[in-house]
């Protein structure tokens, strides 16, 4: 059971340095851009960030959850990718119907993606309220 948790560490740490690289790139990319969210017609603007902020994000959630679905399907835990990355998304949004689990030894790597899904969409939350405040916050001065 410890090897399995330590191998599941290594794919939480490979998904918390993507998610964490792509939001301080889309930070990046917000700081380098300030006549987006400046001027007139700027509403127009906010929205085009907006969908592209939630955009980026949706990707590197899709990223992590292959990531997750690649080391099932990799070691064997299950017999085909589409059911790998099925399991991976239910997990990793926590959502987890139960029509599908791991082997018994594997159990507990399933709710470790769990609690990594649900951490690092409060990090996707918090930078889009971040980045929605920043706009008020401009919007009004």
């Given at each position: 059971m410890l090897r399995e948790i330590l191998v599941a560490g290594v794919v939480v740490m490979l998904c918390l340095l993507i998610h964490v690289a792509?939001?301080?790139?889309?930070?990046?990319w917000l700081i380098l851009r300030p006549h987006l969210i400046e001027g007139k017609k700027a509403i127009l603007r906010y929205s085009v960030v907006l969908v592209t902020?939630?955009?980026?994000?949706?990707?590197?959630?899709?990223?992590?959850?292959?990531?997750?679905?690649?080391?099932?399907?990799?070691?064997?835990?299950?017999?085909?990718?589409?059911?790998?990355?099925?399991f991976s998304v239910s997990s990793y949004a926590a959502i987890g119907y139960g029509d599908?689990?791991?082997?018994?030894?594997?159990?507990?790597?399933?709710?470790?993606?769990?609690?990594t899904g649900v951490l690092l969409c409060g990090i996707s939350t918090a930078f889009i309220f971040a980045v929605i405040n920043a706009l008020f916050?401009?919007?009004?001065a």
């Open positions: 792509g939001l301080l790139l889309l930070a990046e902020l939630f955009t980026a994000i949706l990707f590197l959630h899709t990223v992590e959850t292959s990531l997750w679905a690649s080391f099932y399907y990799l070691r064997g835990l299950f017999s085909d990718f589409e059911t790998s990355l099925y599908i689990l791991l082997p018994q030894r594997w159990r507990l790597v399933g709710a470790i993606e769990g609690v916050q401009r919007r009004r």
